[in-house]
């Protein structure tokens, strides 16, 4: 079976980075979604801000 399982389930606690102006940042956030691997997901802050960010680990995803 190759079906791939998902590396972040909705509600998980992630790590996300932001790289900008050559600057990396890194906060954690909360899945609001499943997914895989490469896929684009939504997540969002403690404050409540929103970000669309792609898988690139378990339990970890860059902002785009």
Request: charged share 25%; proline share 2%.
């Amino acid at each position: 079976n190759t079906k791939q399982k998902p590396l972040i389930s909705k509600g998980d606690k992630i790590i996300a980075f932001l790289i900008t102006g050559g600057i990396e940042v890194s906060f954690e956030a909360t899945a609001l979604k499943s997914g895989k691997l490469g896929e684009i997901i939504d997540i969002i802050k403690k404050d409540g801000t929103r970000f669309s960010a792609s898988i690139i680990a378990n339990k970890r995803v860059i902002i785009n």
